[in-house]
C-alpha cells in the first residue's frame, strides 16, 4: 500500500504543478483573438439561452387564456399579472467583448513632434518582461520540487508515474508554439496598446471625417468602448487608462455619437434618408455589410455598456436620441436589442422627466421599426414594470404613474392584436380573482382586489379598450371589463370602500362613453350617497385632515363621519353621475333613463344638513330636470318610430355638435373644479 504523501507534498502538487500549466497556457493564448460564434444572423450574432426563453414566454402567454380559477387562487397578485413570464437578462458583458482588431497603418502622433514612438520596440518589450517574470516563476518552482524529491521519496515515485503525461503535454505545447509563434506575435503586436494623445485622437476624428474607410475607423470605436468602461474597476484597467482627461473623453463621446449613424450609411451605400426596407435589404445581400457589421456590432455594444455607466441625464438623453437614428440595425443583433430595451425600461420608469420620456421614444421606435418580436418584448416589459411599479399610490407618483399609463396604450396601439391577446389573458386573470373572492369572502382574498396595484391594472385596461374599441372589435374585452368591474363592487358594502366604488363607477362611464352602450351606473353611485349618510361629522372643517380620493382606496376608520370626507363623497357622486347623464343629455331616451335617479336625488336632497352639499345636489337636479324637458318637448314634434335606429341616431345630432344646451355648460364648469376626473386616469 501506498504511502500517503506528506502536507507540502500535496500543496505543491495541487498549487505548483498547476500553477505552471496555467502559465504556460496563458502564455499561449493570451494574445490569441476570440473566435466569432456561429449564430443567426447577418452578422453572425450569436444565439442565446433567451431565445428558448422567450418561446417559452409566447406559449406560456398562450396556455394562460385558458387557465381556469382553479389553478389562479393560490398565486400572489405579482403572478397574476404576468411577472412570472419575464425573460432575464444579462446586464453586462464582457470588458473585453466589443474590441475590434486595429489597422498597424493607422498613424499615432505624440505631442512633442520630435518623439518617434515605435510600435513593435514598446510591443518587444512588453513581452520581454511578461517572459521574464514566468521564467522566475518557473525556476523558483523548480527549486522547491528538487528539496521536495530529496526530502519525500512517496512523493518522488508518483511524480514518476506522472511523467510521462506531463512530457506529452510539454511536447503538444511546444509544437502549437513552434506551429503559432509568427501568428502569436502579430496577434501580439496588434493588441498593444500605444497611449493616445488629445492631438492623435483630433487627427484621427479628421480622417474619418474625410474619409469613412480610413483606418483610424477602428481605433476610434475601439477608444469609445474605452469611454464606455471610464471609471470601472475591471481586470483590464490598463485599457480604459488611455482616456487621459475630460476633454479628451468628451471629444471621443461626441464624435463617435454624432457621426457613427452617418458613417455607417456612407459605408453600406444608403441614405440618410432611407426607409428601413432598403436598408433591411442592404444588410440581408450586401458585401459591405460584411465589413460593417462588426463596427456597427461593437458601436451598440459600446453604447448599451455607456447607459449602464453614466448617470449625467443630459449626456443620457442625447446618447438615447442619436441611437435612435440607427435604430434599424439592431435587426441584425437581436441580444443587443433585448438588453437594449431592459436599460430603457429602467430608465422609462425611474429616470427624470426627460430622460423617461426620451427612453419612451427610443423604445417606440425599437417597437415599431423592427420585427413583432421586439414589440412583444417591449410591451411585456413595460406591463410587468408598470405593476411592479404602481403597488402604491401618493401625491409623489401620480405624475408617474399617468405617464406610464398613457405610454404603455401609445405601444399598444402600434399593433392591437397582439396587445389584445395581452389584454385578454390579463383581465382573465383578474376576473380569477373576483370570482375567487366572491366565494371564499376570505380577507386575504379581497386585500389582492384592494390594492392599488389590481386596480391601476384593471384601470389600464380599460383605457385601453375605450382607446381601440371603435376601430377594432374589443366586445369580448369590452364585456370581461364590465363583468370584472361590477362584481368588485359587489363584494366592497361598507362605507369605508366609497373611494373604490367610484373608482369603478368612473371606468364604468368611460367604457359606456366609448361604447354607447347603456350601463347603469347610476344605481351604483346612488348606493354610494346613501352610504354616506348626509349627516354632519363632529371635527371642525380647519382641523380635520385634507382628505384626497384620488390616492384612496379604503378610508380611516376616524374618518368616516368627518366632514370633509363626506362633503368629498357627495361632490364626487354627483360628478360621477353628470358624467353619466351628460353622455346620454340629447339622447331621445333621456325622460326614462332619468326619473329614477331624480326621484332619489330628491330624497338626498332632503335628508342632506350639509349647506354646501345641499346647493350642489340642488343644482344638478334642476339642470338635469331642465334637461329632461327640452328633450321631452323635442320628442313631442317627432314622428318616426322607436324602432327606427337611424333616425334615433340622428336625434337632435346638430344640438349636440354644437354643445350649447345649459346641462353641457354645467357639466363644463363642474369639471373645472372636479376631483374626479383625476381619480382615474
Not at 430608465?347 to 423592427?370: H, R, Y
Amino acid at each position: 500500500m501506498a504511502k500517503k504523501l506528506g502536507k507540502k507534498a500535496r500543496k505543491f502538487a495541487r498549487k505548483g504543478l498547476q500553477t505552471v500549466q496555467k502559465q504556460k497556457r496563458k502564455q499561449r493564448t493570451f494574445f490569441k483573438k476570440k473566435s466569432a460564434p456561429r449564430g443567426r444572423g447577418l452578422n453572425g450574432d450569436a444565439p442565446d439561452e433567451n431565445e428558448e426563453n422567450l418561446n417559452h414566454e409566447r406559449n406560456m402567454s398562450q396556455l394562460d387564456q385558458n387557465v381556469g380559477g382553479a389553478h389562479v387562487v393560490d398565486r400572489n397578485i405579482g403572478s397574476l399579472l404576468g411577472e412570472e413570464d419575464e425573460v432575464e437578462l444579462e446586464d453586462d458583458f464582457s470588458d473585453s467583448d466589443g474590441y475590434l482588431s486595429e489597422d498597424t497603418e493607422c498613424p499615432y502622433i505624440s505631442e512633442n513632434e520630435n518623439e518617434n514612438i515605435s510600435r513593435d520596440d514598446t510591443a518587444r518589450g512588453t513581452f520581454q518582461e511578461e517572459n521574464t517574470e514566468i521564467k522566475m516563476q518557473i525556476a523558483k518552482l523548480k527549486k522547491k520540487l528538487d528539496k521536495l524529491l530529496a526530502k519525500d521519496g512517496e512523493f518522488a515515485k508518483f511524480l514518476d508515474s506522472r511523467r510521462s503525461q506531463l512530457e506529452q503535454y510539454d511536447r503538444m505545447v511546444s509544437d502549437d508554439e513552434e506551429g503559432g509563434g509568427e501568428e502569436e506575435e502579430e496577434e501580439q503586436e496588434e493588441q498593444t496598446k500605444l497611449p493616445v494623445t488629445q492631438t492623435t485622437l483630433d487627427v484621427w476624428c479628421w480622417l474619418v471625417t474625410e474619409d469613412p474607410n480610413s483606418p483610424a475607423l477602428r481605433n476610434l470605436l475601439n477608444l469609445y468602448h474605452d469611454a464606455s468602461l471610464y471609471g470601472v474597476i475591471t481586470f483590464r484597467n490598463e485599457k480604459s487608462a488611455q482616456i487621459v482627461s475630460h476633454e479628451f473623453y468628451s471629444t471621443i463621446i461626441h464624435f463617435v455619437l454624432s457621426e457613427a449613424d452617418g458613417i455607417f450609411r456612407t459605408l453600406l451605400g444608403v441614405p440618410e434618408n432611407s426607409n428601413a426596407e432598403r436598408i433591411l435589404m442592404k444588410l440581408k445581400s450586401s458585401k459591405e455589410w460584411l465589413n460593417v457589421g462588426p463596427l456597427v456590432k461593437s458601436y451598440f455594444k459600446s453604447s448599451i455598456k455607456l447607459l449602464n455607466q453614466v448617470t449625467d441625464t443630459m449626456l443620457l438623453v442625447f446618447l438615447l436620441f442619436r441611437l435612435m437614428s440607427s435604430v434599424v440595425f439592431l435587426h441584425a443583433f437581436s441580444s443587443l436589442g433585448r438588453r437594449l430595451i431592459k436599460i430603457l425600461v429602467r430608465f422609462w420608469s425611474t429616470g427624470e422627466e426627460q430622460l423617461s420620456t426620451s427612453a419612451f421614444l427610443l423604445m417606440k421606435e425599437v417597437a415599431s421599426q423592427l420585427s413583432s418580436d421586439y414589440f412583444n418584448i417591449c410591451m411585456k416589459a413595460m406591463y410587468r414594470t408598470f405593476v411592479a411599479r404602481c403597488k402604491f399610490v401618493d401625491d409623489s407618483n401620480l405624475t408617474r404613474i399617468d405617464f406610464m399609463k398613457s405610454s404603455f396604450l401609445e405601444i399598444t396601439s402600434l399593433d392591437v392584436q397582439q396587445s389584445y391577446l395581452v389584454a385578454v389573458s390579463s383581465l382573465q386573470r383578474l376576473g380569477d380573482v373576483v370570482k375567487h373572492s366572491s366565494t371564499t369572502k376570505k380577507k386575504e382574498d379581497l386585500m389582492k382586489i384592494n390594492n392599488w396595484q389590481y386596480i391601476n391594472c384593471l384601470n389600464l385596461w380599460v383605457k385601453f379598450i375605450c382607446l381601440n374599441y371603435k376601430e377594432n372589435n374589443l366586445q369580448q374585452l369590452f364585456d370581461k371589463a364590465v363583468r370584472v368591474i361590477f362584481g368588485i363592487t359587489s363584494l366592497f358594502t361598507g362605507p369605508r370602500f366609497l373611494p373604490l366604488k367610484l373608482k369603478c363607477a368612473q371606468m364604468l362611464n368611460d367604457l359606456s362613453l366609448t361604447s354607447g352602450h347603456f350601463i347603469p351606473v347610476s344605481s351604483l353611485v346612488f348606493e354610494c350617497l346613501d352610504l354616506t349618510g348626509m349627516v354632519t361629522g363632529k371635527m371642525d372643517g380647519d382641523e380635520e385632515p385634507r382628505l384626497k380620493l384620488s390616492t384612496l382606496l379604503k378610508v380611516p376608520g376616524n374618518l368616516l363621519k368627518s366632514r370633509r370626507y363626506q362633503e368629498e363623497c357627495v361632490r364626487s357622486s354627483v360628478e360621477v353621475l353628470c358624467t353619466h347623464f351628460s353622455q346620454w343629455s340629447y339622447h331621445v331616451s333621456l325622460p326614462e333613463l332619468s326619473t329614477i335617479p331624480l326621484i332619489l336625488l330628491k330624497r338626498c336632497h332632503e335628508k342632506a344638513t350639509v349647506e354646501s352639499v345641499r346647493r350642489l345636489i340642488k343644482r344638478f337636479i334642476d339642470q338635469a330636470e331642465q334637461n329632461r324637458d327640452f328633450i321631452q318637448m323635442k320628442r313631442d314634434g317627432v314622428s318616426f318610430s322607436p324602432n327606427d335606429q337611424t333616425s334615433i341616431d340622428n336625434f337632435l345630432l346638430l344640438e349636440k355638435s354644437n354643445a350649447k344646451s345649459s346641462f353641457t355648460q354645467f357639466y363644463a364648469s363642474m369639471l373645472q373644479n372636479s376631483q374626479i376626473h383625476n381619480m382615474v386616469k
